[in-house]
């Protein structure tokens, strides 16, 4: 019986990571045991469109975060879960081993688990109109190396900072492990609808991130004969001009992961990740501290 009391699925979808030895095997391997099994099973390149998914109301996601990234962009908008299997070095966003995915199909299959909600983020191009939906961040960047970027950041129409730097991230809860974290941003809990935005490399000027409730939006606005690119969760980058303004908020979608590990294993993976322990800590909680 699963925490959430999720029906087992019916309907699975694979996909893998091609550039990954082993991946296209395991994904055959995965479809053949899950038809076996009495259930609808089939194989999608990571790199099809979301019609591949169609129906789904599993995903399972051979690769690293990058995949999983991949994957929940393109089941966005329907109920399907997404389950990473870890096939690559980073396992932020993954939640099985390669090696032993397949010793707990039987369990995936019968419904086990719980579902993890995570904020995706909306990126608008005031001047083209166009959308980018991600579940890690958008990077307004430089566009050449030689050039700092100057450009404005405004909060739901109040100035907060004017910027030269290198960039400005705006993530959410799932991307403040990301690229945000690399510049000093903080860690937010994963189910947090929080945004963090955080300046890249700033000028004379504070380096600190601010956290915003997901009822705000951050207007970024190039200054006169700034040339940029914006980069929504590291996909191809789109090119920005002087006077471009992109407005990001929190997405009207979310990304449903599941996860078979208790809450607390975020916490973890993040210390095992960060590497948090000092080498021969042993101090124990005191009794009753938890209540404290």
């Not at 087992?8 to 990954?20: C, D, G, H, S």
């Not at 390149?45 to 591949?52: F, K, M, P, T, V």
């Not at 945004?195 to 890249?200: A, F, Q, R, S, T």
Request: with cysteine; hydrophobic share 40%; glycine share 10%.
């Amino acid at each position: 019986m699963s925490e959430a009391g999720l029906r087992p699925p019916q309907k699975v979808a694979i996909t893998y990571n091609p550039r990954l030895e082993g991946a296209h095997d395991l994904a055959v391997r995965l479809r053949d045991e899950t038809l076996q099994r009495g259930r609808e099973a089939w194989i999608t390149d990571d790199e099809e469109e979301s019609a591949s998914f169609s129906g789904a109301d599993l995903a399972i996601c051979l690769g690293g975060d990058g995949t999983v990234l991949r994957c929940a962009r393109l089941v966005m908008g329907s109920a399907t879960l997404v389950l990473g299997v870890n096939l690559g070095r980073l396992g932020f966003l993954t939640e099985i081993d390669g090696a032993d995915i397949l010793k707990q199909l039987d369990d995936v299959l019968a419904g086990a688990g719980r579902v993890e909600e995570r904020t995706m983020i909306r990126a608008g191009v005031r001047r083209t109109g166009e959308v980018f939906h991600g579940l890690n961040d958008a990077v307004i960047g430089r566009a050449t190396l030689s050039r700092a970027l100057q450009l404005a950041v405004d909060v739901d129409g109040t100035r907060i900072a004017d910027y030269r730097c290198d960039g400005v991230i705006v993530a959410s809860a799932t991307g403040s492990t990301a690229y945000a974290l690399s510049v000093g941003g903080p860690i937010l809990p994963p189910e947090s609808r929080d945004l963090v935005v955080v300046p890249v490399a700033p000028h004379l000027a504070a380096r600190h991130a601010l956290v915003l409730p997901p009822s705000e939006e951050v207007h970024l606005t190039l200054e006169p004969r700034q040339h940029a690119v914006l980069s929504v969760d590291g996909e191809a980058d789109l090119e920005l001009t002087e006077g471009d303004s992109v407005v990001v908020r929190t997405s009207e979608h979310r990304a449903r992961l599941l996860r078979l590990k208790p809450r607390t294993d975020f916490y973890v993976r993040m210390a095992a990740q960060l590497g948090w322990h000092r080498p021969g800590g042993n101090a124990r909680p005191l009794p009753g501290a938890s209540r404290a």
